[in-house]
């Protein structure tokens, strides 16, 4: 089962590595991992998504907590969570397919970003598998690149970690 | 106040009671050095190889309870010492590493000496410092203390470039405290939780306490016997927990595990309640965690959370350090009715402690080697033990009276018991000190002869010589693998004319009838002596 945890850190140098060793050393798996600052400047806000069983999630959790310069761990329950992923993707696009291509990014909420007389370049902002469901409709106009940022995530609510 | 990166260091290691140093001198160290050339209170025990320095403030630390501190160069120097790092961590033993590095600005060029040394250790060290601003070494070695003697002790690495080491700071201030936001170990236990604890204990009608190496750290040896003392509830140990009780106390029934005490065993396979203190429950200890945990419930106190629930389940999670939480619990009504239980196994032990010993001709059998040993050791010996057979046969068979046994129980470090016993001597040179080898595990070592040597130190090194890594070798001749390879010790020096090199005596011993008498004058030599003991190579640890 995909869990969101969300992991408050001292910004600096060398603390993603940690992380990031951590989860190879103690074989677990990572889906996606998305850090940014916070409106604190000396904490990011690191969004890690693992794909384990829940007892692996609770030693994920532990582990986390023992490095020194987390400050903060919490596995956010998916109903209760606002999660976001930012995708790029440019497809071939002609005066045929154009329109097409067009429709589907209304129905999907994605926006034009750049266009060019063989491609155009789309940005979506999503749930992780509405993103998907976009990629799914544009693969038949051939895809020519994708990139994701991976899922961030906040808890719905006046609440915070 | 002015002073350059390197005088920071030394002040703060001062400041931190540091009263010993084990290093190895290189160029991107040298400033450092300089400074400690002109502090003569601060110790220095030079060692022959990088990886000894970690288990010489390994050995230091654990009889001391002080920070093990180490110091070498970069490069080749930091990477000899990740094993000592490694070991350090496995085991929980609290150290401070300093390590030279580079010039800040040619960092990452793959100039000489160079290597990323806190990634490489990032694994197994429990933090790590990259100082880029002499300015910050004040509180980076205030944390780093801190950090490596406090909650779940470990090694701590603090890679110190050059440049940093020579940079001067104006007004420099040593903060007293420290405070880490994502760093606060817990201290007491929950109140609730411990109410169940006593409640489970005094119910249960099989009880068995575990003890690992965590009560150790957390210097609680003496409210853990009185726990014990006050329940009678037998106690079985793990490696890492022998000599908290003496072999033969009436609680103790011995080490668990696949290498361990029947009766050990088979009181921790019968128990109604398991209770696990300052032990991880690793493998070598618990084979199986799943069926004991079908079979009993379990407490399991400990001062890292991560340990509970990650090798076994537990019913009743205690988060805290050892000593507070079991002083919390003495506190209680602990009326146990287990005594029918601690009768029935007492039988049992007795049986085993009673065993006779085979004799062949031409060897010595190490088990009664070692209990002969340990039967005529001081009350508060400490005895170094390496890795392989000599290790499985010192936990069953050495007579402990008590004082501490020291082995690399997580990491299984061969090489581990000669630098160990020289940091033992170091921090206690009137203390009784027995180091065990095997004739592999001394040779991964045995260069430190001459710290001993340059130390003019009383340590006493006994070598199980069977010219073959016995314990990979038994492990090759059972199923699946076919025979032996790779594990007989061919080439192996003549280690008398070893010893004697380097000015220190030695005892052969090949007969058993000559065992006892070797052990006696083997004791009495003044200053360090090696003892040889000639061991059939076809013995095990089974036998």
Request: charge should be neutral; proline fraction near 5%.
């Amino acid at each position: 089962m995909k869990q969101t945890i969300s992991v408050l850190v001292e910004n600096r140098a060398g603390v993603l590595g940690r992380i990031t060793s951590l989860f190879s050393r103690r074989a677990f798996n990572i889906d996606s991992l998305a850090v940014g600052v916070t409106d604190d400047p000396a904490i990011s806000r690191i969004t890690i998504i693992v794909d384990n069983g829940n007892s692996v999630v609770e030693q994920v959790e532990k582990q986390l907590n023992k490095l020194v310069e987390v400050i903060k761990v919490r596995t956010l329950d998916e109903s209760s969570m606002i999660g976001r992923e930012l995708m790029i993707l440019k497809v071939s696009a002609n005066a045929k397919t154009r329109n097409n291509i067009m429709t589907i990014c209304d129905i999907c909420g994605a926006k034009v970003a750049d266009i060019s007389p063989t491609s155009m370049t789309m940005e979506l902002s999503d749930t992780p598998d509405r993103v998907n469901t976009f990629e799914e409709m544009m693969r038949p106009f051939n895809i020519l690149e994708v990139a994701r940022t991976g899922m961030i995530a906040l808890q719905k609510g006046g609440g915070k970690i | 106040m002015e002073m350059t990166g390197a005088q920071i260091l030394v002040e703060g290691l001062l400041r931190e009671k540091v009263d010993m140093i084990f290093g190895y001198a290189g160029a991107t160290i040298c400033p450092l050095a300089d400074v400690l050339r002109s502090t003569p209170q601060l110790g220095y025990t030079l060692v022959r190889n990088e990886q000894n320095a970690g288990h010489m403030a390994s050995g230091y630390a654990r009889v001391t309870g002080k920070v093990g501190v180490c110091i070498v160069t970069s490069g080749p120097g930091a990477t000899n010492l990740l094993t000592g790092i490694a070991t350090a961590y496995m085991d929980s033993i609290p150290m401070v590493a300093i390590t030279g590095q580079v010039p800040s600005h040619l960092l990452g060029r793959d100039i000489f000496q160079e290597v990323d040394i806190t990634g490489a250790a990032s694994p197994f060290s429990k933090h790590s410092y990259l100082v880029k601003d002499a300015a910050d070494l004040p509180l980076i070695l205030k944390e780093a203390f801190y950090i490596a003697s406090t909650g779940r002790p470990g090694p701590v690495l603090i890679d110190v470039p050059i440049d940093i080491q020579e940079q001067v700071v104006k007004d420099v201030s040593f903060p007293e405290t420290v405070s880490i936001r994502g760093y606060n170990p817990s201290v007491r236990g929950n109140d609730k939780q411990i109410a169940h604890v006593a409640e489970a204990i005094c119910q249960a009608e099989r009880p068995v306490i575990c003890a690992g190496g965590g009560v150790f750290l957390s210097d609680a040896m003496l409210d853990f016997e009185t726990f014990a003392a006050r329940t009678r509830i037998p106690v079985v140990t793990t490696m890492m927990g022998l000599s908290l009780l003496p072999t033969d106390h009436p609680l103790n029934m011995g080490m668990i595990g696949t290498q361990g005490n029947v009766c050990a065993n088979k009181a921790l396979a019968k128990s109604d309640l398991l209770i696990m203190i300052g032990t991880r429950a690793a493998d070598r200890a618990i084979f199986s965690p799943e069926e004991i945990q079908r079979r009993m419930p379990s407490i399991h106190i400990d001062v890292d959370p991560a340990e509970i629930g990650k090798n076994i389940q537990t019913e009743i999670p205690l988060v805290g350090d050892v000593r507070v939480i079991l002083q919390q619990i003495l506190k209680r009504d602990l009326t146990t009715r287990c005594t029918p239980w601690l009768t029935q196994l007492q039988e049992r032990r007795k049986e085993e402690l009673n065993r006779e010993y085979p004799v062949r001709a031409g060897s010595v059998f190490p088990g009664r080697l070692l209990r002969l040993l340990g039967e005529r050791l001081q009350e508060k010996a400490a005895v170094c033990v390496d890795v392989g057979q000599n290790q499985i046969w010192a936990c069953k068979h050495l007579w402990l009276k008590g004082g501490r046994f020291l082995t690399s129980g997580g990491l299984g470090t061969m090489g581990y018991a000669l630098p160990a016993g020289v940091g033992v001597k170091v921090a206690q040179p009137d203390r009784q000190t027995v180091v065990i080898c095997g004739d592999g595990s001394f040779q991964m070592a045995m260069n430190e002869l001459a710290a001993v040597r340059a130390g003019n130190m009383d340590l006493k090194i006994v070598l199980l010589k069977n010219g073959v890594l016995g314990l990979v070798n038994q492990i090759q001749k059972t199923a699946p693998y076919h025979g032996p390879f790779g594990v007989s010790l061919d080439g192996s020096p003549d280690f008398a004319a070893i010893a004697a090199a380097y000015g220190i005596p030695s005892i052969t011993v090949g007969e058993e009838g000559e065992v006892e008498n070797a052990l006696d004058r083997f004791l009495a030599e003044k200053g360090s002596c090696l003892l040889i003991a000639k061991v059939d190579p076809t013995v095990t640890t089974s036998d």
